[in-house]
């Protein structure tokens, strides 16, 4: 049985990625999913918002992007475990896919094409920098 980590965002994209694996999970048995939502990292003094108040609104926004792969594990009967992390997406994923033992990684793609990766970057090319685990990518 496999652990995989799923990054969302809560956009069809990352909704999608959750609905791939449930597809594979009939032919392979998945043991444990984590989803990750990461946050940007605010500072006091953001929009004039303290501390507590930050830290407030990055569980309420990561609580909110999380509602649809949440929805879509319980219907199937998955277990799953969710995390609210800030910080540098790419890296956070990473070190989120080390601390929880994952196997396998799948993430949505925002369908950038090459050019648009390339002068831009995308989340997906530096997590695939970052870690050595297969990284499924679903558009």
């Known amino acids: 049985m496999r652990t ?3 990054p969302v965002d809560g956009s069809p994209q990352s909704t999608m990625a959750v609905a791939t694996l449930l597809r ?11 989803l990750l939502n990461v946050q940007p990292e605010l500072h006091p003094g953001y929009r004039a918002l303290d501390a507590a108040e ?3 609104l990055t569980l ?3 609580e909110r992007a999380l509602i649809d792969g949440v929805r879509l594990l319980e219907e199937a009967g998955i277990p799953f475990q969710i995390r ?3 910080g540098a997406v790419a890296p956070t994923i990473a070190r989120v896919a080390e601390e929880t033992g994952a196997e396998q990684i799948f ?3 925002q369908g950038r094409g090459a050019i648009a990766a ?3 970057g995308s989340v997906a090319i530096k997590t695939l920098s970052l870690t050595s685990l297969p990284i499924t990518l679903v558009r």
Not at 24 to 34: K, M, S
């Open 4 to 6: 995989v980590l799923i």
């Open 24 to 34: 594979f999970a009939d032919y392979e048995r998945i043991g444990q999913v984590c």
């Open 54 to 56: 930050i830290a407030a």
């Open 60 to 62: 309420q926004q990561g």
């Open 84 to 86: 609210i992390e800030t």
């Open 107 to 109: 993430m949505g793609s």
């Open 118 to 120: 390339f002068v831009l």
